[in-house]
């Protein structure tokens, strides 16, 4: 036998030409070739590989079924005896006359009983000797002549030793000859039906072959003409030696190379896998009838119909074991190997090895090399991208032809995924274990998820990803139709359209399973790494793309970027030395870059697990906290919620997070979905800047109660903002403008509501002291009342507020909703019913209120525009001053001018609520009221008490000409509206309710309850109702303004006959007494009904209340209308008694000096 060493190579069967037919032998050099190895058939041991001579037949044939006997020159397959009877059940005549026709359609037969034995055995022998003598380089120096010269390998080859034909197979690719290609493959296909005809294969895995099982190589016992069997059974082995299963047997080095050479040898036609070939034969003809032999393409086809329904199990299984084969070593893909030899030469891919199962060798080495080379711009055969791309989705559908993830999750797919091997649904169900979502996972199952996804590459081309492909194709026609097939923006326009309308569950989670791990590389994103390499090689110091760094934990990269994409030195962050105007463009990101981070981060907001750092971070805190918020975007708002109870990495990377919307809150997509209408109708320049630096927030904040807002987008800004109040840092805009006010005034103050405090009584003192330089800059102050503001709109965004009256809230506003301060006007209007600790920070914030109108949430709402119309002029702390002298006016909105009363209301209350008053009456307070001031506490209203004593010293005409003026408007205003009294309803409210019941439904503000009180006098039981109601009749004597009901009766007299006289001090009143008393003055019948009332009421309220001393007499004369009068006659008795003193005296006088005399 001639030496095998290199003869294994003649196996190299993949030619991609067709097989050789005998009608085309006949017209070619190949059948002349035949004719000369005839004339070989005198020479010993002589055998020709086409027709064998007579002497070479007989000696074959020695060892064969039939007795040797002479034989003609061309000896025949045919003419033997043994045969001929399946010959011509199974073969037509056509090819009777050629030996290798016969070959091939006797060994091509399904089963091997279906030709005798004995014709099996002649077929073996006629095959051995055709492949062990080495005379038949003969032939093949004839037929490849052209060939061999132009091959220097091949012609310097040494003949005889089977050397020249090893060559030949080497080089196939570059033969172009037709008849010598035709040749080489004519050859292998002889050789592969059987594997005891290669040439050392069964010297090398004999033992294997016993070891496993696999059959017999005893040439004694039954031949059976195909044995495809052995070689399969092999390669079985060595698939489940590679996946580590339990009971493998570890196969030599030596026979794992035959193996895969076997493997890649037949890789060009299906024909050269004997046990493939039989196994699929059928499924060949269902699904690839119309594809050519040859050049890998029955395969191919093959592996793109593996999960069809129609398709054997027999061949399914073969098919696999071949893919599996070729994720081992991509030669054995003959289609691959040609069509990506030169990139792989060009980008230096492989090396030569001595073991096919080196790294270099392995599917995912080559895929990972080359797809490295496509990121990085280079440039790869438009071939072997196609190739490369059916090779990924291969492996994206079957998760077996992976070891590493048979080996590794192994547990998981038996618990989880077992029975869902087709189309790529295990490893999906891998991958949703992987996110946590049906428990936990393995790491190294995670890692070879992760490995699996970079071999593969889905976010290249979403086809790659069958099951993806399938779930998503409705969503992708209907919303992305505009985006080219194929194109990365897919999975981008996939992300964009998640929780929308348009998506569809199945492709919802099946997106989310790719995405998950897609995020926790970088470089698995195409256009992020496109945009971004070069940044994040300056930045983040990234290794090449089919690298890895097991100490940079997932997405610590794209953290690194969009840390960078946020972060400016204006922001205050400190870059590493040298100066920063000149180093600031090399620290930060391209434009390109950017775009694609604030892409990115738009995208992965939407679940909390595409956020590799924070899902790792908070993994404890999610079960502990947020185990039960399943919905979109929950588990973050969760997270947030529960700040201050998260464990310390936890808390710092969900801060960072946190401080990251706010300077950027489009980062969180659903929020903007939802936010959509009031975007486009208020906030829509806002929206179109890249980085809105907190504006749009602060936008949606001011438009929270527009009609365009809806539920969801309420709901998001308001969860927005009460995170906020935990630390001002959440607050960009906040942040950027009161960082070094903070630092510098309020240090170690983290909340926002205190910082807040902090500042704003900062520059609440520097104004009060008038300082000549405020402490709190400028642009912190504009920043400041925008905060102060926001914060008044909601009483949860004011936690120590909030807290004090939970248990109020709950009690008398259940049923009220937060926002739009309503809650807080609902605690307002019923504080008098309010626990302690809740009236006093009602009472507190009413004291802000009224000194700043500004922070008024609902007056500053409801008078929006009245504010717009009347006091465009007025400073902010001017604003409800200005309201209240706009009130009565025929343009004043209803519902402000009701907002006004509530507000004067409060403010009549407690003179300390109406800082105007204060001001002006701050000598006349402590000077007549302060036994009430002795009784006061700092947080309890007065109920009035104060102002009521001040307007009793008004009608004493006792008060400072300023306070006199603010008393004065307070009068005129509760004489129109009872309620604007707080005295008066204290203890009137039950007078009120039973004697004036339809003036106070009215409620038309012109004094008529006043009036009915006053009328009904006689009628009160209660003493301090009395009282009050005394009081307003006292009041009225000094002022007629004070007496709506008679004034407007007497207008038109006061002007014919007091015109000349100026209000106040009771002039106009004594005036009109007067002009009553006089009879050639005519007053108006209502006006002088009105006075006489008056009188008569007068009269009674001074025998009802005299006068308890000396002062409130001389008041009393001095406001009655009959002051003249009055003071007339007292004058008049003074001189009278002056008179009769005179007389009396002189009488005196005189007795005194007469008795001096005596």
Not at 314 to 339: E, F, G
């Amino acid at each position: 036998m001639a030496d095998c060493v290199r003869v294994p190579l003649l196996l190299l069967f993949i030619c991609s030409l067709p097989l050789f037919y005998p009608s085309q032998a006949e017209n070619t050099g190949l059948g002349k070739a035949r004719s000369n190895a005839g004339s070989l058939q005198n020479q010993p041991g002589g055998a020709a590989p086409a027709a064998m001579n007579a002497g070479a037949a007989e000696r074959i044939l020695g060892a064969g079924a039939s007795a040797p006997r002479k034989r003609s020159t061309g000896w025949k397959l045919s003419e033997e005896a043994v045969c001929r009877d399946d010959l011509t059940r199974l073969c037509t005549k056509e090819s009777w006359n050629n030996n290798l026709a016969v070959l091939e359609c006797l060994q091509d037969k399904k089963d091997g009983t279906e030709i005798a034995n004995e014709c099996n055995h002649l077929l073996w022998n006629y095959k051995y000797n055709l492949t062990t003598d080495p005379k038949f380089e003969s032939v093949a120096v004839d037929v490849c002549r052209s060939t061999i010269s132009g091959i220097k390998e091949c012609a310097a080859e040494e003949l005889g030793k089977g050397y020249l034909v090893s060559c030949l197979v080497d080089h196939r690719s570059n033969i172009s000859d037709y008849q010598c290609s035709q040749y080489i493959t004519k050859m292998t296909t002889i050789v592969f039906s059987d594997y005891r005809l290669i040439c050392g294969f069964m010297d090398k895995c004999r033992e294997d072959i016993n070891a496993l099982h696999c059959g017999s190589i005893s040439t004694g016992e039954k031949d059976i003409h195909s044995q495809g069997e052995v070689i399969a059974c092999l390669e079985k082995g060595l698939v489940r030696e590679a996946e580590e299963q339990v009971g493998a047997h570890p196969i030599k080095d030596e026979c794992k190379k035959s193996i895969m050479r076997v493997a890649e040898l037949s890789s060009d036609d299906f024909h050269l896998d004997r046990y493939l070939y039989f196994a699929c034969r059928e499924d060949r003809e269902r699904f690839c009838e119309h594809t050519l032999a040859g050049e890998g393409r029955v395969y191919k086809c093959l592996f793109n119909h593996k999960f069809e329904e129609a398709m054997s199990e027999r061949c399914r299984d073969a098919l696999t074991t071949r893919q599996k084969l070729i994720a081992q070593d991509y030669k054995v893909s003959y289609s691959l190997a040609k069509a990506c030899k030169s990139d792989l030469r060009k980008y230096r891919c492989s090396t030569d090895s001595g073991m096919p199962r080196a790294r270099e060798a392995r599917l995912s080495y080559l895929l990972l090399c080359l797809e490295s080379a496509v990121h990085r711009g280079r440039v790869v055969s438009g071939e072997c991208q196609g190739e490369m791309m059916d090779y990924r989705r291969m492996l994206m559908e079957d998760f077996s032809l992976s070891p590493e993830i048979v080996l590794h999750c192994r547990s998981e797919i038996e618990e989880h995924c077992s029975g869902l091997h087709r189309k790529g649904r295990t490893l999906h169900c891998l991958m949703r274990v992987g996110r946590g979502d049906m428990g936990a996972i393995d790491s190294n199952c995670q890692g070879a998820l992760q490995n699996l996804i970079q071999e593969v590459d889905p976010g290249a081309d979403y086809r790659i990803d069958r099951a993806l492909n399938e779930a998503c194709e409705s969503v992708i026609q209907t919303a992305c139709k505009h985006i080219r097939s194929g194109d990365p923006m897919i999975l981008s326009c996939l992300m964009e359209h998640l929780y929308t309308d348009k998506m569809v569950e199945d492709c919802e989670h099946r997106l989310l399973e790719l995405q998950y791990f897609i995020a926790r590389d970088w470089k698995l994103d195409p256009i992020l790494y496109k945009k971004c390499q070069g940044d994040a090689a300056r930045l983040c110091h990234t290794p090449g793309w089919n690298e890895t760094s097991e100490m940079m934990p997932p997405g610590a990269i794209f953290s690194c970027l969009y840390r960078h994409a946020y972060r400016s030195v204006e922001q205050g962050r400190r870059l590493p030395g040298g100066n920063n105007e000149t180093r600031n463009i090399t620290w930060t990101l391209s434009r390109d870059c950017k775009v694609e981070v604030h892409r990115i981060l738009h995208q992965r907001a939407l679940d909390v697990k595409l956020d590799p750092e924070l899902q790792r971070r908070c993994m404890t805190d999610l079960g502990k906290w947020c185990s039960e918020k399943t919905e979109a975007g929950q588990e973050l708002e969760c997270l947030q919620d529960h700040m201050e109870d998260l464990g310390l990495d936890c808390r710092n990377v969900v801060g960072n997070l946190t401080e990251l919307e706010s300077e950027d809150i489009q980062i969180e997509a659903l929020l903007m979905r939802a936010c959509e209408p009031v975007i486009q109708a208020y906030c829509h320049e806002l929206a179109d800047n890249q980085i809105d630096s907190g504006d749009l927030m602060e936008c949606l904040a001011q438009n929270k109660h527009q009609k365009e807002m809806s539920e969801k987008c309420t709901v998001g800004v308001t969860h927005f903002q009460l995170i906020q109040v935990k630390d001002f840092r959440f607050s960009y805009k906040f942040k950027t403008a009161c960082k070094e006010d903070v630092l510098k005034l309020c240090p170690n103050i983290k909340k926002k509501v205190d910082v807040v405090i902090c500042l704003s009584t900062t520059v609440r003192n520097d104004t009060l002291q008038d300082a000549k330089e405020q402490r709190v800059s400028v642009k912190c102050r504009k920043q400041l009342r925008v905060e102060e503001v926001e914060m008044s709109e909601d009483i949860r965004l004011e936690p120590e507020l909030y807290e004090s009256c939970k248990q109020d809230i709950s009690r008398m506003c259940q049923n009220v909703a937060f926002g739009n301060a309503q809650v807080i006007e609902c605690l307002k209007e019923s504080k008098r019913q309010l626990t302690q600790r809740c009236h006093q920070k009602i009472f507190k914030l009413q004291e802000v209120e009224m000194v700043d109108p500004e922070l008024d949430y609902q007056l500053m709402r409801v008078c929006k525009h009245m504010i717009r119309r009347f006091c465009t002029e007025s400073e902010g702390k001017n604003v409800l001053q200005c309201l209240k002298q706009n009130k009565n006016s025929e343009l004043m909105d209803p519902k402000c001018k009701q907002m006004i009363t509530k507000r004067q209301i409060t403010q009549n209350t407690d003179y300390r609520l109406n800082p105007v008053l204060k001001k002006a009456c701050k000598a006349d307070i402590p000077k007549f009221c302060q036994p009430i001031l002795n009784k006061a506490t700092v947080d309890r209203e007065l109920e009035g008490q104060v102002i009521a004593c001040l307007k009793l010293k008004y009608a004493d005409q006792r008060l400072s000409a300023d306070c006199e003026d603010q008393i004065r408007v307070i009068l005129q205003e509760s004489a129109l509206d009872y309620r604007l009294d707080p005295q008066l309803q204290i203890y009137c409210t039950h007078e009120i309710s039973q004697l004036c019941p339809e003036e106070a439904a009215a409620q038309e503000q012109t004094g008529q309850v006043e009036e009915c009180l006053k009328v009904n006098l006689l009628k009160i039981k209660k003493e301090e109702c009395k009282k009050e109601v005394l009081n307003m009749l006292k009041e009225s004597k000094a002022d007629i303004f004070v007496d709506p009901v008679l004034h407007t009766a007497c207008a038109l007299d006061i002007k014919h006959h007091c015109a000349a006289i100026p209000p106040g001090r009771g002039r106009q009143m004594s005036c009109l007494m007067e002009s009553l008393q006089d009879k050639r003055v005519r007053l108006q019948p209502e006006c002088k009904k009105r006075l006489q009332d008056r009188i008569d009421m007068w009269s009674y309220a001074a025998k009802v209340a005299p006068a308890e001393g000396f002062s409130d007499l001389a008041v009393q004369v001095m406001t009655s209308p009959s002051k003249n009068y009055i003071l007339t006659m007292i004058g008049a008795g003074v001189a009278v008694l002056f008179l009769m003193g005179l007389l009396c005296g002189r009488i005196t006088k005189r007795v005194t000096q007469e008795l001096k005399d005596r």
